[in-house]
């Protein structure tokens, strides 16, 4: 299969998704990580929750890492979110993607990650010193 999905509680790993993709027949691979920032507009940030429903997630992530592969030229696709608590720094998504040439997997990286972001039924929760907001509440 050429398809990796994954939503985990635990810390993501670019080395399994860039080892997933590897392909000796693809010489262009993207990847895009996702890490928690400190600060929104200027306020800092002390922590990130993300919750999800995995089973539409899922299927959504399959959904657009299908469309990489059959109409935008990419071979192999991994993609990865986390889930839970996760602290300043850390990996929140990760995306690669591997393609016989370069053009194919930079765009299909960044339709992956956009699509993810608007589509995918999982939320993200910004916690600051003095409250919370749930920000880019989409599905």
Not at 46 to 70: C, G, N, T
Not at 95 to 116: E, M
Request: glycine share 6%; charged share 25%.
């Amino acid at each position: 299969m050429n398809i990796d999905i994954q939503i985990k509680e635990v810390s993501l790993r670019v080395e399994d998704c860039l080892d997933f993709v590897h392909d000796p027949g693809c010489g262009g691979v993207d990847i895009f990580v996702g890490n928690v920032r400190n600060q929104t507009q200027g306020k800092p940030v002390v922590r990130l929750e993300f919750e999800s429903y995995q089973p539409m997630a899922i299927s959504e992530m399959k959904k657009i890492a299908a469309h990489a592969i059959d109409a935008l030229g990419a071979s192999r696709v991994s993609i990865h979110h986390r889930v839970g608590s996760l602290a300043i720094g850390e990996a929140a998504v990760i995306i690669a993607v591997s393609s016989p040439h370069r053009k194919a997997a930079f765009t299909a990286c960044q339709y992956a990650i956009d699509t993810l972001k608007e589509t995918v039924p999982i939320w993200k929760k910004e916690i600051f010193e003095d409250g919370e907001v749930w920000v880019a509440a989409h599905p």
